[in-house]
Nanobody, 129 residues
């Protein structure tokens, strides 16, 4: 059974930093999956935040987080990370981790989120002003 679980959410002040983690178990080889971080704020559509290819060679970021967030993975530990710096109140959202085996690269396109077959339950991030 596949389980994807996020952790590391919480309350942080604007301008602060927070690292999210995601662990995936039951996948047929973590390194066979590209991974993505998504978020959804109350009353807003879900948006892709960042993704990373299977071996980490390719990373992509939403314009809103470019240069502030860094995605990384450790395939030996089946772990995915999202280091978030210079947090803004707009970054407040539920953050989700997801796994996609359909391609070697990665995608954040709204029209291709169906490729992410496995999703976690999310971790809440609140940024206070």
């Amino acid at each position: 059974q596949v389980q994807v679980m996020e952790s590391g959410g919480g309350l942080v002040q604007a301008g602060g930093s927070l690292r999210l983690s995601c662990t995936a178990s039951g996948l047929t080889g973590f390194a066979n999956y590209s991974m993505g971080w998504f978020r959804q704020a109350p009353g807003k559509e879900r948006e892709g935040v960042s993704c990373i290819s299977r071996r980490g060679a390719t990373t992509k970021y939403a314009d809103s987080v470019q240069a502030r967030f860094t995605i990384s993975r450790d395939n030996d530990k089946n772990m995915l990370y999202l280091q978030r710096n210079s947090l803004k109140t707009d970054d407040k959202a539920m953050y989700y981790c997801a796994a996609d085996r359909s391609r070697s690269g990665c995608t954040l396109a709204d029209t291709e989120t169906y490729r992410y077959k496995y999703w976690g339950q999310g971790t809440q991030v609140t940024v206070s002003s």
